[in-house]
């Protein structure tokens, strides 16, 4: 017989399992468990609908067997089993597709961290054996084989004798050290323990030979063995257990089994309707966005069974995109257990659900907004772009749903708000939203022309991501006011008086600016003076739409062939003494005129955070002021 080798990926897996110092060896049980208990769903979906199956529903079962002499652990099931092929396909490679980034993870060389994040599934049994044999008659084959490994040198598969369908493994434990029995894994009480604590929801029933003294009747104080076969798991699936009857820890010790996250999550939200969408769910909002959240592989979606039984795993109709980082199941009454992919996405029951699930979402979401802020923040910072791209997509048609739920960092008290705290905490006088782009908050604090807008006493929202001034724009406003961007040339911060006088001030500066304009050459719509500089001499403002950070962004985007320009405006402050200058300059030294107006211009880039078009002039013509 040859021995085969394992995937290279999967030795590693292997060597890294039979070297585990992991401290929760238990889980391997559970693994092995959740395996069998899917194998039977298959086959009892199959039962369903084809006769020849040949299993009655409450024949199903998970057999576990300890044989204290030869040290063998046995987990037995009559589920769907595996061909040939698939106990070396399935067995001889890691199964677990997409959640597990081999590679990458072993770089960082975490090993324990491994174990915990995705369960391992098979692999887990050689924490505790050193030697498994898994036994396998496929549903629809009449010859049954045999899987065996000792560990990391590879594997066999040969021909065996095994009666009905199904999978056994066989797991030969580990002899005892100093620091590990694993003998307790041949306990009976100690299996029952672990199945209560790992695998109670497990819809088919694990049954166990359990061996306990009994009194003898009618004789006091004799007792003697008594061997039963004990069903050892409760069989109600957890979403079916009312919330007040299931604990924190179950809901949690679930979430993590099944979702494969290595973390509790950061909130679960159980629903029960019964009416005109008959269903129970129950979702989990992670508490950090799974490694592929933001790419296009990420799939949403809930499983979905109808009547306990799993007709889908990711259903992605049940959940819109903006909540895509829920996950969970509903299970419903009302779908019909053969319903294809194709029809669901018709079905009428189906669509009312979403839209009742989306309402609970929503509200939970609200709730812990209200009451427990931190963990609200805490979840903003791990899916909170993705509810501003929400905001943002399809034409904006769900910004009315979640501007409600956005939180953004603010200045007066460096914590975030939301848009209704700020506008109620708006004073007298103020008529806008004021925001301010940059890559940090210290940066945005840097910025002149937050200083007129906070010396009026006026709270400034930082918006630090791309996609956030996008989503204010699509927003437009918030309960009457208007959003404004502290750079933009319009601010209106200024009394009537003050404007006229401003306005007098460059009527006569106009010919001047003319000229400092044409010097730039097309890179600023005007030049102007303004008041809402305090100590600063100049700044970049936008005239129009686009921001200078939008154009940053947009400009950034693939596939953003015509450049896309921030109308600017070069504005000089009207009681800095390089006002003067300037107009002294315009009448004596027109030339050095010309030179400042790319000085500043430059100096307004350097503050704005826009790179300069021509650093080496710049540097020139300062060093030729130096000297
Ligand atoms: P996962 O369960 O996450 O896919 P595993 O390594 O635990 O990863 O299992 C690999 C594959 O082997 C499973 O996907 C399944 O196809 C098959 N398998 C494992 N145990 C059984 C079993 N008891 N009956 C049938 N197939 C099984």
Known sequence: MRTKQFKSESKKLMDMMINSIYTHKEIFLREIISNSSDAIDKLYFLSLTDQKVGIKPDEFKIEIKIDKENRTLTVADNGIGMTEEELDKNLGTIAKSGSFDFKAQNEKDD???????????????????????????????????????????GYTVEPCEKEGVGTTVIMHLKPDTDDEKYSEFLDQYKIQNLIKKHSDYIRHPIVMEFTSKKPVEGKENEYEDVTELKTLNSMVP??????????????????????SDYQDPLAVIYSSTEGTATYKALMFIPKH?????????????????????????????????????????????????????????????????????????????????????????????????????????????????????????????????TLKEYVEAMPEGQDAIFYACGETEERIDLLPQCDAVKDKGYDIIYLTENVDEFCLMMLREYNGKKFMNVCDENLNLDSEEEKKEL????????????????????????????????????????????????????????????????QLVLEINASHKIADKLKRLYKDDPETLKKYAKLLYGEACLIGGKPIDNPGEHSELVCELMV
């Not at 324990?112 to 505790?128: A, L």
């Not at 257990?241 to 299931?246: E, G, I, L, N």
Request: net charge negative.
């Open 111 to 153: 090993k324990i961290d491994i174990i915990g994040q995705f369960g391992v599934g098979f692999y887990s049994t050689f924490m505790v054996s050193d030697k498994v044999t898994v036994e396998s008659k496929a549903y629809g084959s009449d010859s049954a084989f045999r899987w065996t490994s000792s560990g990391a040198d």
């Open 503 to 566: 306005e007098t001030e460059n009527n006569e500066a106009k010919e001047m600016f003319e000229v400092m304009k044409e010097t730039l050459g097309g890179k600023v719509n005007a030049v102007r003076f303004t008041n809402k500089l305090k100590n600063h001499p100049v700044c970049l403002t936008s005239e129009g739409g686009i921001s200078l950070e939008m154009e940053k962004t947009l400009n950034a985007m693939p596939g953003a062939e015509e450049k896309i320009k921030a």
């Open 238 to 259: 957890i979403w079916k257990k009312a919330k007040k009857d299931v604990k924190d820890e179950d809901y949690n010790n679930f979430y993590k089994e099944k979702f």
């Open 289 to 417: 966005p799974p490694f592929d959240y933001y790419t296009k592989e990420y799939e949403k979606g809930l499983q979905l069974y109808s009547k306990g039984v799993l007709i889908m795993d990711k259903c992605a109709d049940l959940l819109p995109d903006y909540f895509s980082f829920v996950k969970g199941l509903v299970d419903s009454e009302d779908l019909s257990l053969n319903i294809s992919r194709e029809m669901l996405q018709h079905d009428g029951q189906l669509k009312l659900i979403e839209k009742t699930l989306e309402k609970k979402i929503k509200s939970e979401l609200e709730k812990m907004l209200k009451n427990e802020r931190e963990k609200y923040e805490e979840f903003f910072g791990a899916f909170g772009t993705g509810l501003k791209f929400g905001v943002y997509n399809d034409f904006g048609m769900h910004a009315d749903t979640l501007k409600d739920l956005l939180i953004f960092k603010s200045s007066k008290e460096k914590k975030f708000v």
